[in-house]
């Protein structure tokens, strides 16, 4: 028995403790060049770029194709009573914004009048929101008629760039 005035060596740990932390420090390691190893973009060299599948002229057309069958089937609803002229210039300003949205990538729908004058979108969007959606919308009493407002919309759709 050691006297009480001696020290005490340090308590060891055996080696089990020491692997098992080694262990856990390779696992995390491992983890994280894991995590890095597939979140990070992927370089494609210069023959392996493949073409899509589509044409983006294709694209673009059945997107038109898409716009002016909803331009003709808001025209049909409004000749057919289902859509009063306010409501109907109202549904063809928000389609001729959602595709201008779609095929451009403008914020057309939360743009005001002012705003999309300012940067200079295509004029004939200018021109359907200002003679046809704007007034019909905004305007106190009758508003214009929206057969006018649906062959705005369809000039918008095939001359958006």
Known sequence: MPAPDEFYPPAQYSW??????????????????????????????????QLPNFFPADVL????????ERVQQIETDYREKRLSPRNANLELSRVVRTFVNEYSGLEAPVLSLDDLVARGVHPALIDAMRRHYYPSIFRQGPPID???????????VRSWH
Do not use: C, H, N
């Open 16 to 49: 089990g403790w020491m692997l098992l932390a080694f262990g856990i420090l390779a696992l995390l390691v491992a983890a994280v060049w894991i995590v890095i190893a597939l979140t990070r973009p992927r370089k494609i060299a210069a023959g392996d770029e």
């Open 61 to 68: 057309s059945q997107l038109r194709t898409e716009y002016l």
């Open 146 to 156: 929206p057969l006018a407002g649906a062959e705005a919309a369809r000039a918008v």
